[in-house]
C-alpha cells in the first residue's frame, strides 16, 4: 500500500506566539543616528529581558532610518517606527509608539540618553510589590563637556516610598521629566493620557497630569536614567530646554504653565497651585534669570512681556518661599526695571551684595539707588534682614567686579593687569585705602598678589593689581583644569572671600608658559567664564610628554594609591 494511501495528511508543527513583552521601551528620535545605537542598547542589556522596544522616529533625515531598521534586524525585541512627517516635538512620536505597544507597562527614552542597566527591573518590581500608577527612580545627569555627574533633584528621591497622591507632596512637581518613570498602561488608558502635540515642554503637562490623577506611585532612591547635558551644544542642535535665548521658548513655557494651571481647576486640585507656581519660580524662571546678563535689550523687553502677565497671576505665598536674590531679580523685571535685573541676576547664588542700597525714613534697606515706590517693590526689594552692615566679617557682603583686563606687552608670559572695584554696600570697611589679595590655585599651591584698594567714595573702592600666572607653582606632573580667582579682605584676623566677577565678554588671551620651576609647559588661557555669574576664568592645559605621557603615569599611579587604601580600609572593617 502507497505511503500515500495509507498515511494521514502531513501538518505543520503548530507555531507558538511569541510571550507577551512585560514592558515597552520607547526610544523617541530624531536626526540622531550617531547617539541612537547607545540609546538602544541601554535598553537592549536590561536585566530583565522580556521587553518591547519600540524605536519611534519623527521624520529624520539624516541616517537614522537606516540605523534604526538595522537595530531592529539585530533584535526581534525591537520594533521601527516612522512617522509620515516631522511633528516637531516629542509628543507624536511618543503617541504613536503607544499605539502598537503591547506591554502593561511603558516607559520612555530619549536617543541621546541611556537607562541604566536594572532600570526595568527595579520600576517593574515596584510595580509587582504593589498596585501603583506609575514608579519613577532617580535621574543621574552628566555633563558631556566634563564628565561630572550629579542627581536630578536629589531630595525628591532620597527615600524610597509610596506616595498616596499629589496632595501629600506637591513638591514633586520639581521632578516633571516623563522619562524617569515606568507607567502602568491601564492608567494612561483609563485617564486617556497622552502627550499633547503641537506644543513644547510636553513633559511638564504630562507629568503634572499623570500626578494628580494618579491615585498612588512609588519613588525609589536608584537610578534609572542617564540623562546627558551638554550646556555648549550648537544652538541648533540644543534641546528644547538649552534654547533660552529664543522668546518663543520662553512663549512655549509660559504657555505650557497655563494648561497646567487649568489643568489644576477642572481635575480639582486648585490646593496645590501655590506649590505649582513655586516650582515654575525656582526652577523655570530661575534658568532664565541667571542668562538675563547675557541678553541685550530688546531681548529683555521682549522677556518682560511675555512673563510679567502671568507673573502677577502666581500665589504670593510662592514668592515668599524663595531665597532674597531671587525676589529681587523677580520684582525688577515686574517693575521694568531690567538693567539693574541684569545686575542683579550676577549675584544670583553667590551671596553677593549689590552695588548699593538706599535707607527709607525708617531705616530700612532697599536694593539699588532708590526707594521703591510701590508697597509690593518695597516687600520684595527690602535687604533689611540680610544683615549687610551687622554680619560677621568673615561672612560679610560685598561685591567685587573687574572693569578693565588688559594683557601686559612684553610681560612675562601670562601676565595680566586687572583694574578692579569693590562695593560695599554696608560700609564694613573703615574708610581709607586697604590691603587685599587676589588669590587663584592651579594643583595644590596658592599663588597670592596682595594689592591696594583706595577709596573712591563711600561704599566703593577700586585698585589695580598684575596677575603673572607664569609665578604659579604647579605640580611637576602638570595642570589641567580651571581655576577663578578670588578675593580676599582681613580685618581683625577674621578674613573675607569673594567671588570676582568679570566683564562679561572680552577676547580670550591665550599664552605659551614654560614654568621656571620644573613644571612642563602648558598653554593657559585667561577669558569671560561665559555662564552663570561670569567669573574670570583661567585655564591651563599641559603640553608635549607632559599632557601624553606624565599626566596619564601619575593618574593611573593616583588610582592604584586609591585602590589600595580602599582595599586596606576594606580588609580592616571585614
Not at 132 to 147: E, H, K
Not at 352 to 359: D, E, G, I
Not at 550 to 570: E, H
Request: proline residues 7%; neutral net charge.
Amino acid at each position: 500500500m502507497s505511503p500515500s494511501l495509507s498515511s494521514p495528511p502531513a501538518t505543520s508543527a503548530p507555531s507558538t506566539p511569541p510571550p507577551t513583552p512585560d514592558v515597552t521601551v520607547v526610544v523617541i528620535v530624531y536626526n540622531d543616528a550617531e547617539r541612537l545605537p547607545r540609546a538602544v542598547a541601554s535598553v537592549r542589556r536590561q536585566t530583565h529581558a522580556n521587553i518591547e522596544i519600540v524605536i519611534s522616529d519623527d521624520h529624520s533625515t539624516d541616517a537614522t532610518p537606516e540605523v534604526a531598521r538595522a537595530l531592529a534586524a539585530e533584535d526581534d525585541r525591537i520594533i521601527s517606527l516612522r512617522l509620515p512627517e516631522n511633528s516637531g516635538g516629542c509628543s507624536a512620536p511618543r503617541n504613536r509608539a503607544l499605539d502598537v505597544a503591547g506591554a502593561p507597562y511603558v516607559m520612555f527614552l530619549d536617543s541621546d540618553d541611556e537607562l541604566t542597566d536594572n532600570a526595568v527591573e527595579l520600576l517593574l518590581a515596584a510595580h509587582r510589590e504593589r498596585d501603583i500608577d506609575f514608579a519613577l527612580g532617580a535621574v543621574q545627569r552628566i555633563r558631556v563637556d566634563t564628565g561630572a555627574k550629579s542627581t536630578w533633584m536629589p531630595r525628591l528621591v532620597a527615600e524610597r516610598r509610596t506616595v498616596p497622591g499629589i496632595e501629600a507632596e506637591p513638591r514633586l512637581f520639581f521632578e516633571h521629566l516623563s522619562t524617569s518613570k515606568m507607567y502602568a498602561r491601564a492608567f494612561l488608558d483609563r485617564h486617556g493620557l497622552r502627550f499633547p502635540e503641537g506644543i513644547h515642554y510636553e513633559d511638564q503637562l504630562f507629568s503634572a497630569q499623570a500626578y494628580c490623577l494618579a491615585r498612588s506611585f512609588t519613588i525609589l532612591p536608584e537610578p534609572v536614567y542617564r540623562w546627558y547635558i551638554d550646556p555648549y551644544a550648537d544652538a541648533e542642535a540644543a534641546s528644547i530646554s538649552n534654547q533660552r535665548h529664543m522668546l518663543g521658548n520662553v512663549r512655549d513655557r509660559v504657555h505650557v504653565q497655563t494648561l497646567i494651571d487649568d489643568f489644576l481647576v477642572e481635575s480639582g486640585h486648585a490646593s496645590v497651585r501655590e506649590d505649582k507656581d513655586h516650582k515654575f519660580l525656582k526652577h523655570d524662571f530661575r534658568m532664565y534669570a541667571g542668562d538675563l546678563p547675557y541678553r541685550d535689550e530688546e531681548w529683555l523687553a521682549g522677556f518682560a512681556e511675555i512673563v510679567d502677565p502671568y507673573l502677577a497671576t502666581l500665589a504670593p505665598g510662592a514668592y515668599e518661599r524663595l531665597p532674597r536674590d531671587e525676589r529681587v531679580v523677580l520684582q525688577l523685571v515686574r517693575d521694568g526695571r531690567l538693567a539693574d535685573a541684569r545686575i542683579a541676576a550676577r549675584a544670583l547664588g553667590h551671596a553677593m551684595a549689590p552695588r548699593t542700597v538706599t535707607a527709607d525714613d525708617a531705616g530700612r534697606l532697599y536694593w539699588g539707588e532708590r526707594v521703591p515706590d510701590t508697597e509690593s517693590a518695597r516687600r520684595e526689594l527690602d535687604l533689611t534682614d540680610q544683615g549687610l552692615e551687622a554680619r560677621s566679617f568673615q561672612s560679610a557682603r560685598f561685591r567685587h567686579e573687574i572693569t578693565d583686563v588688559t594683557p601686559v606687552e612684553g610681560g612675562p608670559g601670562a601676565c595680566i593687569d586687572l583694574r578692579i572695584r569693590t562695593y560695599d554696600p554696608g560700609l564694613r570697611l573703615p574708610v581709607g585705602p586697604h590691603i587685599a589679595t587676589l588669590a587663584i590655585t592651579p594643583g595644590r599651591r596658592r599663588l597670592t598678589t596682595p594689592f591696594r584698594l583706595d577709596p573712591v567714595r563711600p561704599g566703593v573702592f577700586e585698585g589695580g593689581v598684575r596677575l603673572d600666572l607664569a609665578a604659579a607653582t604647579l605640580p611637576l606632573h602638570g595642570f589641567d583644569g580651571v581655576r577663578h580667582p578670588v578675593l580676599q579682605l582681613e580685618q581683625q584676623r577674621q578674613r573675607n572671600t569673594g567671588l570676582l566677577l568679570a566683564p562679561l565678554s572680552f577676547p580670550a588671551m591665550t599664552t605659551r608658559l614654560d614654568y621656571r620651576h620644573g613644571a612642563a609647559p602648558h598653554r593657559v588661557t585667561v577669558e569671560p567664564e561665559g555662564r552663570g555669574a561670569g567669573r574670570l576664568q583661567i585655564r591651563w592645559t599641559p603640553l608635549g610628554v607632559t599632557a601624553h605621557v606624565t599626566r596619564p603615569v601619575a593618574r593611573r599611579a593616583a588610582r592604584t594609591r586609591v585602590g589600595r587604601a580602599a582595599r586596606a580600609v576594606a580588609s580592616v572593617v571585614a
